[in-house]
């Protein structure tokens, strides 16, 4: 009775799948021919299931890319409120219920660009992708798959060019504050860099690096070239600053804030490609020469244009110099006995000549006109304000007081009398001096750790670790001497007293400042390629020196129980070793303790040694030079398979992995230079450089009283030109890529009907 009951059962559900399934195989077979009518015939002809039939067709239409018949059906379910867009209760009711069944996530996965637009304009929407990552989830291909379809570019370009702010409005039109905040969300470039570091943080998981990290990396390099893109659609500089000037958090017109502006987003978190672009590298300098504002009159130019026999080249080279011979001493003059006095003196003013720009100032007084309030001008503040908001001449106090302190340094170590004795601390300036600039430098590093506006480079901790050596060092020194008996020599003191110990760290930290100039070398175009493979090498070395320590204590613990019993008995003081039957050969009177030992495996990474220093010798037997007994041979074997691995095999695998890295790092040198050269370049533009080390202490007092006098009302950034002009900008290499891609199918079909016509007349 029961299996009567389960038959007619199971017989009673496929008598009901039957037409189901029949409907859905011709729906199949419609979307396959492309019928657009028929489609639509179909869908009306099924009232009962129309919604689920029209969720079903436009699915399979966006899987097979077609997006004629995908417009068609789209406009029909638009024409009976079946689009997310004409729906009353939710624009995107495609994000309720599992997403995978979401058009527009198929459209963006595959990149169907046009499928993706018709979509998008019937309302079809994706969620927010890093609201849906479960905890629990460890799926990296899920985990990407969510990714790859959140970072599709057109996405989020459609998002930013069609949004209803734009649409019924001229171009230019002024935008209100609720306009700007919804734009700010969806921006292109904000979100670029926003999923970048997304893409960043999921190359990294809890096993370390991700499976997926070439495929994150991929995306990335999408990302950036996006960027790119809209610089290079820029006309001329004054949209390239538009575009990287654009400060989302900016309320102001002064250069003290704390977020991150385009220019410094793609520079500070490592987005090389953007950063070495044509219109990135001008716009940077522009603003190193003050936008413009830099005097470029050469003095005696005449003199290098009369010269005859001399190349363009040589011609400008000697322009610069002479600029150089004019501004340098006018710099150095006008920052020592000007600027200090010009600030304090501002200080009963407005107190901001440090952090207002002259252009910013220029805004101010504009529409102080409009509001018809006068304001006093003052040439003598100008004249210095303009100065020190010009960026190249900051960099001339700066490198000025960096040789002073390595003159100093140089000049307090060369001394040859021996501090100890002579009570150097007590009566020799230069000393002193040097120990002031180095805290000096020692405070800003420590500060410039908790600053936002800093490059994540490994030059600034290695100048952290130099001046804490330094100053550690030095007080180290000092504090013991204070304490040690008078006469004392430090050579006659012990390795470990504090005094040497001290001025041990003081040396690597001496000789770790003198390092620092490799820095310097990378602004210049012949040495800055050199320097970066030398500093690509050295990280390479450290990489491997893991392996070569799990290399040296495997076969230090092995030659050490292989020749223990030629070790002193430490409990049987009277053992003689001499008047045994073996011993260690001459060569090999280093093994006879484990710090011999270990010193000698350690030394034979960088030098081979021949088997003398491992050979053990027979006293009965005069005429052997070594014994070949099993465990002396195994001594032997040892010593050989230990020299191959280290002396030959790492230290060749070592020569190739830097040759990899040179190869790789030199095909994109140019891209790795002008990113370096930047991120030094960078901290110019910042106020603080106005006065560098050991000055700082003026800049802090400034802000203070800035911050107290502070503009209320200032100028703010025109954020609506930046929205419009980026919209034109993002259409524009939109409109170029369409072109490019139409060329190319055409020449595709060209050589499909000319190869179609080749192989006919060959049948002929």
Same mark, same amino acid.
Not at 439 to 446: C, E
Not at 695 to 705: G, K
């Given at each position: 009775?029961?299996?009567?009951?389960?038959?007619?059962?199971?017989?009673l559900t496929?008598?009901m799948?039957?037409?189901?399934?029949k409907?859905?195989?011709t729906?199949?077979?419609?979307?396959?021919?492309?019928?657009?009518?028929?489609?639509?015939?179909?869908?009306?002809?099924?009232?009962?299931?129309?919604?689920?039939?029209?969720?079903?067709?436009?699915?399979?239409?966006?899987?097979?890319?077609?997006?004629?018949?995908?417009?068609?059906?789209?406009?029909?379910?638009?024409k009976?409120?079946?689009?997310?867009?004409?729906e009353?209760? &939710?624009?995107?009711?495609?994000t309720e219920?599992?997403?995978?069944?979401?058009?527009?996530?198929?459209?963006?996965?595959?990149?169907?660009?046009?499928?993706?637009?018709?979509?998008?304009?019937?309302?079809?929407?994706?969620?927010?992708?890093?609201?849906?990552?479960?905890?629990?989830d460890? $799926?990296?291909?899920?985990?990407?798959?969510?990714?790859?379809?959140?970072?599709?570019i057109?996405?989020?370009?459609?998002?930013?060019?069609?949004?209803?702010?734009?649409?019924?409005?001229?171009?230019d039109?002024?935008?209100?504050?609720?306009?700007?905040?919804?734009?700010?969300?969806?921006?292109?470039?904000?979100?670029?860099?926003?999923?970048?570091?997304?893409?960043?943080?999921?190359?990294?998981?809890?096993?370390? &690096?991700?499976?997926?990290?070439?495929?994150?990396?991929?995306?990335?390099?999408?990302?950036?070239?996006?960027?790119?893109?809209?610089?290079t659609?820029?006309?001329?500089?004054?949209?390239?600053?538009?575009?990287?000037? *654009?400060?989302?958090?900016?309320?102001?017109?002064?250069?003290?804030?704390?977020?991150?502006?385009?220019?410094?987003?793609?520079?500070?978190?490592? *987005?090389?490609?953007?950063?070495?672009h044509?219109?990135?590298?001008q716009?940077?300098?522009?603003?190193?020469?003050?936008?413009?504002?830099?005097?470029?009159e050469?003095?005696?130019?005449?003199i290098?244009?009369?010269i005859?026999?001399?190349?363009?080249?040589?011609?400008?080279?000697?322009?610069?110099?002479?600029?150089n011979?004019?501004?340098?001493?006018l710099?150095?003059?006008?920052?020592l006995?000007?600027y200090?006095?010009?600030?304090?003196? $501002?200080?009963?003013?407005?107190?901001?000549?440090?952090?207002?720009?002259p252009?910013?100032?220029?805004a101010?007084?504009l529409?102080d006109?409009?509001?018809?309030?006068?304001?006093?001008?003052?040439?003598?503040?100008d004249?210095?304000?303009?100065?020190? *908001?010009?960026?190249?001449f900051?960099?001339?106090?700066?490198?000025?007081t960096?040789?002073?302190?390595?003159?100093?340094?140089f000049?307090s170590i060369?001394?040859?009398?021996?501090?100890m004795v002579e009570?150097?601390?007590?009566?020799?300036?230069v000393?002193?001096?040097?120990?002031?600039?180095s805290?000096?430098?020692?405070?800003?590093?420590?500060v410039?750790?908790?600053?936002?506006?800093? =490059?994540?480079s490994?030059?600034?901790?290695?100048?952290?670790?130099?001046?804490?050596?330094?100053?550690?060092?030095?007080v180290?020194?000092?504090?013991?001497?204070?304490?040690?008996?008078?006469?004392?020599?430090?050579?006659?003191?012990?390795?470990?007293?504090?005094?040497?110990?001290?001025?041990?760290?003081?040396?690597?930290?001496?000789?770790?400042? /003198?390092?620092?100039?490799m820095?310097?070398?990378?602004?210049?175009e012949?040495? %800055?390629?050199?320097?970066?493979c030398v500093l690509?090498?050295?990280?390479d070395?450290?990489?491997m020196?893991?392996?070569?320590i799990?290399?040296?204590?495997?076969? =230090?613990?092995?030659?050490? =129980?292989?020749?223990?019993p030629?070790?002193?008995?430490?409990?049987?003081?009277?053992?003689?070793?001499?008047?045994?039957?073996?011993?260690?050969?001459? %060569?090999?009177?280093?093994?006879?303790s484990q710090?011999g030992?270990? &010193?000698?495996?350690?030394?034979?990474?960088?030098?081979?040694?021949?088997?003398?220093?491992?050979?053990?010798?027979?006293?009965? $037997?005069?005429?052997?030079?070594?014994?070949?007994?099993?465990?002396?041979?195994?001594?032997?074997?040892?010593?050989?398979?230990?020299?191959i691995?280290?002396?030959?095999?790492?230290?060749?695998?070592?020569?190739?992995?830097?040759?990899? =890295?040179?190869?790789?790092?030199?095909?994109?040198?140019?891209?790795?230079?002008?990113?370096?050269?930047?991120?030094?370049?960078?901290?110019?533009?910042?106020?603080?450089?106005?006065?560098?080390?050991p000055?700082?202490?003026?800049?802090?007092?400034?802000?203070?009283?800035? /911050?107290?006098k502070?503009?209320k009302?200032?100028v703010?950034?025109?954020?609506?030109?930046?929205?419009?002009?980026?919209?034109?900008?993002?259409?524009?290499?939109?409109?170029?890529?369409?072109?490019?891609?139409?060329?190319?199918?055409?020449?595709?079909?060209?050589?499909?009907i /000319?190869?179609?016509?080749?192989?006919f007349?060959?049948?002929?």
């Open positions: 009775m029961e299996l009567k009951v389960m038959r007619d059962a199971r017989t496929m008598s799948r039957q037409p189901a399934e409907m859905e195989q729906l199949k077979k419609l979307i396959e021919a492309r019928d657009n009518d028929g489609i639509v015939r179909f869908l009306e002809s099924h009232s009962s299931n129309r919604t689920e039939e029209y969720k079903s067709s436009v699915l399979q239409l966006t899987v097979r890319n077609d997006p004629e018949t995908l417009h068609s059906v789209l406009t029909w379910g638009e009976m409120s079946m689009t997310p867009a004409t009353e209760k &939710s624009m995107t009711p495609a219920g599992d997403d995978k069944y979401n058009p527009i996530l198929v459209a963006c996965h595959q990149d169907f660009r046009r499928c993706m637009e018709y979509l998008y304009q019937h309302g079809y929407r994706m969620k927010e992708v890093k609201d849906e990552v479960d905890d629990e460890d $799926d990296q291909v899920k985990q990407f798959l969510r990714f790859q379809a959140a970072s599709n057109h996405y989020f370009s459609l998002e930013f060019t069609e949004h209803q702010v734009f649409q019924n409005k001229d171009k039109t002024e935008l209100g504050p609720d306009e700007i905040n919804s734009l700010e969300e969806i921006d292109p470039i904000l979100k670029v860099f926003e999923i970048m570091k997304d893409a960043d943080h999921n190359m990294e998981d809890f096993q370390g &690096s991700s499976e997926l990290k070439d495929s994150y990396n991929f995306i990335k390099k999408k990302l950036e070239a996006f960027t790119g893109g809209i610089l659609q820029c006309r001329g500089m004054h949209e390239v600053k538009t575009i990287l000037d *654009h400060n989302k958090d900016d309320d102001d017109d002064d250069e003290l804030d704390d977020a991150y502006t385009n220019w410094q987003e793609a520079l500070f978190t490592g *987005h090389k490609d953007i950063v070495s044509p219109n990135f590298q716009y940077l300098w522009r603003k190193m020469t003050g936008d413009g504002c830099i005097n470029t050469i003095p005696f130019e005449f290098a244009d009369k005859p026999n001399l190349s363009s080249t040589t011609k400008f080279r000697m322009k610069r110099v002479l600029w011979i004019k501004n340098f001493p710099t150095i003059l006008t920052f006995f000007c200090p006095f010009v600030v304090v003196a $501002d200080f009963l003013r407005k107190g901001d000549i440090l952090f207002v720009s252009k910013a100032l220029e101010r007084r529409k006109i409009e509001n018809n309030v006068e304001k006093q001008q003052t040439g003598c503040f004249y210095f304000r303009k100065r020190m *908001h010009i960026p190249l900051r960099m001339i106090p700066y490198f000025s960096k040789v002073t302190y390595l003159i100093l340094l000049v060369w001394h040859p009398v021996d501090p009570a150097i601390f007590q009566k020799n300036i000393l002193w001096i040097t120990f002031i600039f805290i000096s430098y020692l405070v800003d590093d420590i410039q750790l908790f600053r936002t506006k800093v =490059s994540n490994f030059w600034n901790y290695f100048s952290l670790l130099t001046h804490l050596l330094l100053v550690g060092g030095a180290l020194l000092c504090v013991s001497y204070h304490f040690s008996p008078s006469g004392t020599i430090l050579a006659d003191l012990s390795g470990n007293s504090a005094e040497n110990v001290g001025l041990a760290l003081f040396s690597f930290g001496a000789g770790m400042e /003198f390092f620092c100039i820095q310097w070398l990378i602004l210049l012949t040495t %800055g390629p050199m320097v970066l690509h090498a050295i990280k070395a450290l990489r020196v893991s392996i070569y799990v290399l040296f204590v495997a076969h =230090s613990i092995a030659f050490i =129980s292989l020749y223990k030629f070790h002193p008995d430490p409990l049987n003081t009277t053992q003689q070793l001499n008047t045994t039957k073996y011993v260690l050969a001459n %060569g090999a009177s280093a093994l006879k710090r030992l270990i &010193s000698t495996l350690f030394w034979r990474i960088i030098a081979s040694a021949g088997p003398e220093m491992v050979n053990i010798k027979s006293t009965m $037997d005069p005429t052997e030079d070594f014994s070949l007994e099993f465990s002396h041979l195994m001594g032997l074997v040892l010593w050989g398979v230990y020299q691995i280290v002396y030959v095999l790492m230290l060749n695998l070592l020569i190739a992995v830097m040759n990899t =890295s040179y190869s790789e790092l030199w095909q994109n040198a140019q891209r790795e230079c002008k990113y370096h050269k930047s991120c030094f370049l960078a901290k110019f533009m910042e106020p603080l450089e106005i006065f560098p080390v000055f700082r202490w003026i800049y802090y007092l400034a802000r203070a009283v800035y /911050f107290c502070k503009e009302n200032p703010k950034q025109d954020k609506s030109k930046y929205f419009w002009l980026l919209r034109e900008l993002i259409l524009n290499k939109q409109e170029a890529e369409d072109e490019k891609s139409d060329n190319d199918k055409m020449n595709d079909l060209r050589m499909d /000319f190869n179609e016509l080749r192989k007349n060959n049948t002929k």
